[in-house]
């Protein structure tokens, strides 16, 4: 819970506790599909036995400082599959509102950010093991207003893009400093 004056506290801790409603309700309703084909297809009560599905919610303050704090939260269910979902919150509460990677890296911020993304994804291409896409299959193009970062606490920001969205699965959630 997200503890500081004015409504943007409020907003986010409501926006943060419906996700979390969400992804109770969605696990349950998982959980009772698979039960029932388990079940259906010749599952055994001895069989199901001790079956659990786990559900994960966290959070990561990544910077804080006496107006700003930047954090992710990670919600995530597992059992026979996994599945994950992860927010990330960049607040100015000096101004009541979200950060942009535009109010951190300035005017430029989309060639800065662009720059320093296809220069770690062209260093990377040494390796024999770069998951990274080439652009025409949907690798790297731009970052946008949409792309999710956080700020690091030396300040630098950081540009995340989700598993499988510019890299191979294996690569994980694929994150760029923007130094």
């Given at each position: 819970?997200?503890?500081?004056?004015?409504?943007?506290?409020?907003?986010?801790?409501?926006?943060?506790?419906?996700?979390?409603?969400?992804?109770?309700?969605?696990?349950?309703?998982?959980?009772?599909?698979?039960?029932?084909?388990?079940?259906?297809?010749?599952?055994?009560?001895?069989?199901?036995?001790?079956?659990?599905?786990?559900?994960?919610?966290?959070?990561?303050?990544?910077?804080?400082?006496?107006?700003?704090?930047?954090?992710?939260?990670?919600?995530?269910?597992?059992?026979?599959?996994?599945?994950?979902?992860?927010?990330?919150?960049?607040?100015?509460?000096a101004e009541g509102r979200?950060?942009?990677?535009?109010?951190?890296?300035?005017?430029?911020?989309?060639?800065?950010?662009?720059?320093?993304?296809?220069?770690?994804?062209?260093?990377?291409?040494?390796?024999?093991?770069?998951?990274?896409?080439?652009?025409?299959?949907?690798?790297?193009?731009?970052?946008?207003?949409?792309?999710?970062?956080?700020?690091?606490?030396?300040?630098?920001?950081?540009?995340?893009?989700?598993?499988?969205?510019?890299?191979?699965?294996?690569?994980?959630?694929?994150?760029?400093?923007?130094?």
């Amino acid at each position: 819970r997200l503890e500081a004056n004015g409504d943007l506290a409020k907003t986010v801790n409501a926006a943060i506790q419906e996700r979390v409603d969400f992804l109770m309700e969605h696990a349950k309703q998982d959980w009772a599909e698979y039960q029932d084909a388990f079940f259906s297809t010749g599952g055994t009560e001895e069989e199901w036995g001790d079956r659990e599905m786990d559900v994960f919610v966290g959070y990561e303050v990544k910077r804080q400082t006496d107006t700003q704090v930047s954090f992710v939260v990670t919600l995530s269910e597992g059992w026979i599959v996994s599945t994950e979902e992860i927010y990330y919150f960049n607040l100015d509460f000096a101004e009541g509102r979200n950060m942009t990677l535009q109010d951190v890296l300035g005017e430029n911020w989309v060639q800065i950010c662009n720059d320093a993304i296809q220069e770690q994804i062209d260093a990377s291409a040494d390796d024999d093991d770069s998951f990274f896409f080439p652009p025409d299959q949907g690798g790297f193009t731009t970052v946008d207003d949409t792309t999710t970062f956080y700020i690091r606490e030396d300040g630098v920001p950081v540009v995340t893009f989700p598993r499988y969205a510019i890299a191979a699965g294996a690569a994980g959630v694929v994150e760029f400093p923007i130094t």
